[in-house]
């Protein structure tokens, strides 16, 4: 089926929209800002997921963003089968790899393999903003 601009702009709309494909749908080439992806919030700050769906390489990619609040984290330090990166690019905290934690703020770059013990948690009084892109390989 051949898709026209019409179609190609409401699907992207919808995807903005929602903040992932849907069910069995494939993850194209977007962009997306945040102002175009609607926040879930959590008591823990809010939360925003640009794409969440399988890609020609990939079982499952997830690109988010968090805003935690002072003194929260999203959940306590877990593992998960797939390979993620956090990028925090505002304000302070903590990550744990493995029960280690280290003091993190801007330029922060984490990245785990899967199903390795990990966690985020704010340590500052400000929001702290960090980036997180999850994938799991078809070769997985």
Known sequence: MEMNRRSLLGAI?????AGKTAQGAEVGSILLNQNQVKPDNH????????????????????????????????HPPHTHPDEEIIVVTE???QITLNGTASNVGPGAV???TPNY????????????TFY?????????
């Open 13 to 17: 709309a919808l995807l903005a929209a």
């Open 43 to 74: 008591p823990f700050g809010p939360q925003r997921t640009y794409c969440e769906g399988a890609t020609p390489g990939l079982k499952n990619l997830v690109v988010g963003s968090l805003e935690l609040k002072a003194g929260q984290e999203p």
């Open 91 to 93: 304000g302070t905290g």
């Open 110 to 112: 984490m990245y785990v």
């Open 117 to 128: 013990l990990h966690g985020i948690r704010n340590t500052g009084k400000s929001p702290l």
């Open 132 to 140: 997180y892109i999850k994938w799991i390989s078809k070769a997985a």
